[in-house]
Antibody, heavy 117, light 107 residues
Framework: QVQLQESGPGLVKPSETLSLTCTVS????????WSWIRQPPGKGLEWIGN???????ISNPSLKSRVTISVDTSKNQFSLKLSSMTAADTAVYYC???????????WGQGTLVTVSS | DIVMTQSPATLSVSPGERATLSCRPS??????LAWYQQKPGQAPRLLIY???TRATGVPDRFSGSGSGTEFTLTISSLLSEDFAVYYC?????????FGQGTKVEIK
């Protein structure tokens, strides 16, 4: 079954841009839908955005134009960039995949990102 | 956005007992609802999709029901490994939204 692994910095300064990568193994990034979801410490889950391997993306309007999701099929990876980070963006960030644009049946282990100067 | 309201926030149950969790979307989502289980320090695990279909490998003590604006996750006889936080999620409209979670704890 597909396995996902997030990677990126654990600490980001306020106003900077977060860059995370999700590496897909035991499966191809092609012909699947990929997602980013986050969870502030002790809180619930927030959907960030979805993309199809061809490049079609959709993201949460609450994050406005701060979100960029992209794919690198040659590396079997997809990425998240979140600009203008603030303390409110401190969270565990998960990459995930699922059936179409709908629910999420495989998740990475998550990576904690802290926003602090 | 569709607001997902889960109740109760915390459910205290003894092992072997039945647990019933509720999820109520602020508007109809048809049957486009999933349930997840999350244990401390772990990623969520998909349990149920399409309101009532168990995901691969999910024990049959987990069952989902409902449609529209009222959904239920039932755990028929709780085992020790079932004590966790449970989330519902709608995928009827964008943005995808989750409930705030129900924590099932040992009584």
């Amino acid at each position: 079954q597909v396995q996902l692994q997030e990677s990126g910095p654990g600490l980001v300064k306020p106003s900077e841009t977060l860059s995370l990568t999700c590496t897909v193994s035991e499966g191809s990034i092609r012909n699947h839908y990929w997602s980013w979801i986050r969870q502030p410490p002790g809180k619930g889950l927030e959907w960030i955005g979805n993309m199809y391997y061809s490049g079609t993306t959709i993201s949460n309007p609450s994050l406005k134009s701060r979100v960029t999701i992209s794919v690198d099929t040659s590396k079997n990876q997809f990425s998240l960039k979140l600009s203008s980070m603030t303390a409110a963006d401190t969270a565990v960030y998960y990459c995930a995949t699922g059936r179409g644009w709908y629910y999420f049946d495989y998740w990475g282990q998550g990576t904690l990102v802290t926003v602090s100067s | 956005d569709i607001v997902m309201t889960q109740s109760p926030a915390t459910l205290s149950v003894s092992p072997g007992e039945r647990a019933t969790l509720s999820c109520r979307p602020s508007q109809t989502v048809g049957s486009n609802l999933a349930w997840y289980q999350q244990k401390p320090g772990q990623a969520p695990r998909l349990l149920i999709y399409d309101a009532s279909t168990r995901a691969t490998g999910v024990p049959d003590r987990f069952s989902g029901s409902g449609s529209g604006t009222e959904f239920t996750l039932t755990i028929s006889s709780l085992l020790s490994e079932d004590f966790a936080v449970y989330y519902c999620q709608q995928y009827n409209k964008w943005p995808r939204t989750f409930g705030q979670g129900t924590k099932v704890e040992i009584k």
